[in-house]
């Protein structure tokens, strides 16, 4: 009987040819869109998710507040004291394990040839208990031993090969690495590559007890009291904690000892939520994603599937009117309903089955189309079997919901009226649906419409709106020189200046847009009590030409090594009570409760972060710094 389905199911399909094909195209093109954002939702939701006791570890944020009208920043570590307090003084917490991200490092192999020296790495500072909070398969040395001591180094399989080439990875414990040409260590232990997706992908850890007995504690500024200090942490919860109280613990421990005007609060952060975490600054290296996104991919999905859920029924019960003699035949040949709701239930699959053929081969061509905008790692595999499943389930669905209605619909129609000549009545009670699904087809569409034109519309915005500074045919890069050195800036800034193809070069600390703005006090007059909170830019001369800074009063700066004058913005110069910017040129303002300085300059305001954030005071501070931003000349060729 299940043959004679399937048989006359295909027979209708190929006699149809147009209504066949109009339909695959359109079932076709809502599963490809299904199965093209269940991948890369799939990919995103599949971070750190294999973790053994997972919902048990827990990140510790906190968030710290530099002015009082802007919004908090997430901080993703806490201040260093906090692992021991938590450690010692918190109820259910099994393991607190610190450790600090080093970014940007070198290494080389000890005794090896100058073609195995130049290994970029990213190493952590980490001890033995974040080995007892995350979970690696040891292949040589003892988890419990292997960092206990300084100028240790764990490192993973792939990272140790590649350092040392071939060979059993026991043969590899004690030999001798060198990061940043000066921090000498030996391999302690070798343990098994991370398979899954996760945002703690390192490679190389060094022995917490290092930071002790080496430069690295002036390096991660833990010897500077006046610097705010902050190491990263996670945390294992005992197996019958209550999270939540343990939480209430440790926001109260905070609020005693930490909570001040700069940093508000902690949050302990689920392992499977630090994916999902945005606005970090730039102590995360890893590329997070957002959930709001993810999220509207998803309904985005179910309405193109709703669509041509909707657009097939529709052209089912439009051909239902050239069906109706073939279903009352069959009726008074004795088949009964159910039979005939099977039958056609049959040709539904058969065409998405089609359908689902059709978006499988088109899958990885639409990942191919977006791959600037998805991760290259994102690929679609047809094997896999989370892939055939949700395939399945989605056939299965469009089947029911797409077939079901047309089905029953032809299956009752009374052979009677077709067989002599009058046909099924037009119209009534049983079309309503059909009606109804038109309309709220046409809905969606003119939202989408309304949508696309609405988003073109912020994002021409977005293009063309004036920041109130240059951005085009810039570039820049830290120089890496602090303190002494300070004058090898200067001179590689005028070495860079004379190069063809520069317009101009500037000494800054930061650029003009971002939220790494360095935070400080002025008070104006000054004598006065009142401190206004400001943001401050530390450049030189060329800093405000370079960035195209329009100037509303004053001047520019004038060449400096030390902080002699400043140009404030004028919303400062609003903040600061002047009416006009003319009126702030020669004032003077205590900065810092340290040093009186003049005003020279008023510029107009500019965005340093997104257009749904107000503009903050800012002042430019006459000085050269250690970055360099440099303009090409553009003069006949595009930026």
Not at 168 to 181: L, M, S
Not at 570 to 587: H, T, V, Y
Request: hydrophobic fraction near 45%.
């Amino acid at each position: 009987m299940f043959k004679s389905y399937w048989t006359i199911a295909w027979r209708t399909l190929i006699r149809n040819k147009i209504y066949t094909l109009v339909n695959v195209a359109g079932l076709a093109l809502g599963i490809c869109a299904c199965l093209v954002i269940w991948v890369i939702v799939h990919y995103e939701f599949s971070f750190d998710r294999d973790h053994p006791e997972g919902d048990r570890i827990y990140r510790l944020n906190t968030y710290l507040q530099f002015m009082k009208n802007v919004p908090e920043q997430l901080s993703t570590g806490v201040v260093v004291e906090m692992p021991e307090a938590v450690r010692t003084g918190i109820p259910g917490v099994e393991t607190v394990a610190p450790f600090y991200h080093l970014n940007q490092w070198k290494a080389k192999v000890a005794g090896a040839n100058k073609q195995k020296t130049g290994f970029s790495v990213m190493p952590i500072v980490a001890g033995p208990d974040y080995f007892r909070v995350m979970h690696y398969d040891w292949i040589a040395d003892n988890p419990k031993t292997a960092l206990a001591n300084p100028f240790g180094v764990v490192m993973t399989e792939k990272r140790a090969r590649q350092f040392f080439g071939s060979g059993p990875p026991e043969a590899f414990i004690g030999r001798e690495v060198v990061y940043n040409d000066s921090l000498p260590v030996h391999v302690t232990g070798i343990v098994r590559d991370w398979i899954g997706h996760t945002d703690f992908p390192y490679t190389d850890f060094i022995s917490f007890s290092t930071i002790d007995h080496s430069w690295l504690r002036q390096s991660l500024g833990l010897d500077n009291m006046q610097r705010l200090r902050i190491c990263q942490v996670l945390i294992k919860l005992e197996p019958k904690a209550n999270a939540a109280k343990v939480d209430t613990e440790l926001t109260a421990l905070f609020n005693r000892r930490w909570r001040d005007r700069l940093l508000t609060r902690i949050e302990m952060q689920p392992l499977s939520a630090v994916h999902f975490t945005t606005g970090a600054g730039d102590q995360s290296v890893i590329r997070t994603s957002q959930l709001s996104t993810l999220y509207s991919l998803l309904s985005i999905a179910i309405f193109i599937l709703s669509l041509a859920i909707i657009n097939y029924v529709n052209l089912a019960t439009a051909q239902s009117l050239t069906r109706e003699k073939e279903i009352s035949i069959r009726k008074v040949l004795g088949s009964g309903r159910g039979n005939l709701i099977m039958q056609l239930l049959s040709e539904t699959f058969l065409l998405t089955a089609l359908a689902g053929v059709v978006a499988v081969l088109s899958v990885q061509p639409v990942l191919g189309a977006f791959r600037q905008f998805i991760p290259e790692i994102i690929q679609f595999d047809p094997l896999a079997p989370a892939n055939w499943l949700f395939l399945l389930c989605i056939m299965v669905t469009i089947t029911l919901l797409a077939g079901l209605y047309p089905a029953r619909m032809l299956s009752s129609h009374s052979p009677v009226p077709a067989l002599n000549g009058t046909g099924a009545p037009k119209g009534g009670g049983k079309w309503w649906l059909r009606e109804g699904l038109i309309v709220f087809q046409f809905t969606v569409s003119l939202l989408f419409i309304i949508g696309t034109i609405v988003i073109g519309r912020q994002i021409g915005f977005m293009l063309h709106k004036d920041l109130g500074f240059r951005t085009d045919a810039i570039v820049r890069f830290d120089t890496g020189e602090a303190g002494d050195s300070i004058n090898k800036v200067k001179v590689l800034e005028e070495e860079i200046r004379q190069l063809p193809g520069v317009a101009d070069i500037a000494s800054e600390n930061i650029p003009p847009m971002g939220p790494d703005k360095t935070i400080g006090t002025v008070r104006y007059p000054v004598t006065s009590e009142v401190r206004v909170p400001v943001q401050f830019v530390q450049a030189d001369e060329h800093y405000i030409p370079l960035y195209g800074i329009r100037l509303l009063a004053g001047r520019n700066l004038f060449p400096s090594d030390t902080v002699k004058e400043i140009v404030i913005t004028e919303a400062l110069s609003r903040q600061l009570g002047f009416r006009n910017p003319d009126e702030a040129i020669g004032k003077k303002i205590l900065y810092m409760s340290k040093k009186t300085l003049p005003i020279v300059g008023v510029a107009a305001d500019f965005h340093e972060y997104s257009y749904q954030e107000p503009i903050q005071p800012l002042l430019i501070m006459g000085m050269i710094s250690t970055d360099l931003a440099v303009r090409l000349d553009t003069r006949g060729r595009s930026a």
